[in-house]
């Protein structure tokens, strides 16, 4: 329940209409089954349960559900134009040499024609090299080891954009 000890950042969240919360949800996740749990679960009372309740929606996420969340994530290396939440995420590999980002431009068509799908890591404090040599050890993986792992990463990143939506009132 909203109450006067709800932080701003959360009542304004709960506050907002369903078209207005589910497109912030949107750009957090896009993975519908994700964004509408999220929404059927407001008002929440505290950051952490918001949280939480992210955490569960994805770990009840749909191999199809995690393909929609995949594809609103650009390649590591290549954030979309005009995609500030990409842009910051991937600050790692800004300022990474030309060979480096060839090289993470190789492994990502490579990791794409074995797996399917982008890449995922939650790139956020990692250095280009260090997301490089997270997507050579991943690359052997399983695909089912890797859906794992890739829901696991999608959990991390929403957690840093759900707090985002918070401070800012954007992700």
Partial sequence: ???SSTPPG?????????HAA?????????????????????????PEDLYAAGDA???????????????GHPPIGRPRP??????REQRGMAGASEELKAEMLELNLA???RFGHVFLICATGKT???????????????PEQE???VRTELGKINRIRLARLLEEGTP
């Fill in 22 to 46: 589910l497109a912030a949800l949107h750009e957090v996740c896009t993975a519908t089954a994700w964004a509408q749990r999220l929404l059927a679960a407001r008002p929440y009372a505290t």
């Fill in 57 to 71: 929606a994805m770990a009840g996420l749909t191999a199809e559900d995690l393909a929609e969340a995949m594809a």
């Fill in 82 to 87: 005009g995609d500030p939440a990409s842009a």
């Fill in 111 to 113: 990791y794409q024609e």
């Fill in 128 to 142: 280009g090299e260090q997301m490089r040599d997270a997507l050579r050890a991943r690359i052997g993986n399983t």
């Fill in 10 to 18: 959360l009542a304004r969240f709960n506050a907002l209409d369903e």
């Fill in 1 to 3: 329940m909203t109450s």
């Fill in 147 to 149: 859906r794992e792992i």
